[in-house]
């Protein structure tokens, strides 16, 4: 390790694996906020800090060293979201007096200096499912310093994969009890600070989000990287079927009148009443399909999935997200665990993901004219 004289930034090279082609490891002495000097050290896939300043040997003996243990020391880049340039102001030093009594072993003290800010999140030690904001802010007197190390930081989180830059927002002013708008405000400068562009439509009555989901035109979707409900899981839901309403082409199951037909025809055992329109197959094809006319089944109907030339498959994954604001909030219980909108944007602008299932939901209904409509809608399952 190498500081020169002046703390400003020495390139270690020497800790460069010969051939690796990653960038080479930076060391520089800055200061933490609430911390004191410290040794900041940039990895491949993270950065590090160690205290400059010596402390006990024993971990006991001096408040500093509790206070310090209870920070981690090294974060890993999946885990930040944003990396800044900050004003220049006050960072709050913590040094070391009369270290013999260990109720008088810190003394704050306060400089100003040029300062950037790392942002990125903790687990709630009581519920590991709740992620809190978690703040690091980093001082050094020069500012090419800290422009330096902002540059390299977002150098190596524009290297993340799978985040989104450009988002469509919907917000239901209306959920739980009004939570939608004031949900969004909360969660908003997270966005805001991940560099994510998001388009907000706040919905004014119910249907309004299945409308413009429906209505958007594929190239515009196209330019979004998912959609994200601000609301309950019935905005979600909506957002959901809109989407596919249009744009999913797999066939629909028989009618009941087909599937009577076609299991009459086929002598299949059914137990039927005309007057309701009910099928049930009997035990003997308990988890079999056998009574389905071969022309209108096709297995699971993906293949036809997106294959609208106007909807090539643009990305490998087309993203849901939900904000909770809603009364229950089932589905960010299946999927975060927690009903906590900042874990919902943390997990959003850091790209986490889990897999999908939809399920196509096909009833049948008899309009006036006597002509048998199906009724579709999609339902998500989160159970991966
Ligand atoms: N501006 C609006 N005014 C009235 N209804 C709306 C509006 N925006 C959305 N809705 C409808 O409100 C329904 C419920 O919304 P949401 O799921 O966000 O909240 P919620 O309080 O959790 O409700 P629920 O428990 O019924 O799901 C949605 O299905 C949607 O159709």
Not at 136 to 141: A, M, R
């Amino acid at each position: 390790m190498e500081i020169n004289g002046d703390n400003n930034i020495v390139e270690n090279e020497l800790a460069v694996e010969e051939g690796d082609c990653e960038a080479p490891i930076l060391n520089s002495s800055v200061f933490l906020d609430h911390v004191g000097e410290v040794l900041l050290t940039h990895n491949s896939d993270g950065f590090s800090w160690k205290p400059l300043t010596s402390f006990d040997n024993d971990g006991s003996s001096c408040l500093r060293i509790k206070f310090s243990a209870k920070l981690p020391n090294e974060i890993k880049f999946s885990d930040v979201y944003a990396v800044e340039l900050t004003n220049y102001g006050s960072i709050h030093k913590v040094n070391r007096t009369n270290a013999g009594n260990k109720f008088l072993g810190r003394e704050s003290l306060d400089s100003e200096m040029f300062r950037f800010t790392v942002h990125g999140f903790q687990k709630s030690k009581t519920q590991p499912n709740l992620w809190v904001l978690a703040v690091y802010t980093f001082g050094h007197k020069d500012l090419p310093t800290c422009e330096m190390w902002v540059n390299r930081l977002n150098a190596s989180l524009n290297l993340e994969v799978g985040r989104p830059k450009n988002l469509l927002v919907f917000v239901n002013p209306l959920s739980g009890k009004t939570n939608g708008r004031r949900t969004w405000e909360i969660v908003a400068p997270i966005f805001a600070r991940a560099k994510i562009k998001t388009k907000v439509v706040v919905t004014e009555k119910a249907g309004h989000a299945f409308d413009v989901m429906a209505s958007t035109t594929n190239k515009e979707l196209n330019s979004y990287d998912g959609v994200i409900a601000v609301g309950g899981d019935g905005l979600f839901n909506e957002i959901l079927n809109g989407y596919l309403s249009s744009r999913y082409k797999a066939p629909y199951p028989p009618a009941p009148s087909d599937f009577v037909h076609s299991v009459w025809s086929n002598e299949c055992s059914l137990v039927h009443n005309r007057d309701e329109k009910v099928a049930e197959v009997s035990d003997q094809n308990d988890g079999q399909y056998p009574c389905l006319p071969s022309s209108q089944h096709n297995g699971s109907g993906l293949s036809n999935f997106f294959q609208d030339s106007e909807f090539p498959y643009p990305k490998e994954w087309f993203r849901f997200g939900i904000i909770p604001a809603g009364s229950t909030d089932a589905i960010v219980m299946c999927t975060t665990g927690a009903r906590d909108p900042v874990t919902s944007a943390l997990h959003i602008v850091l790209g986490k993901r889990v897999c999908l299932d939809i399920a196509q939901i096909v009833s049948w209904r008899e309009t006036v004219a006597s002509k048998v409509e199906p009724r579709v809608r999609y339902a998500a399952s989160f159970a991966g």
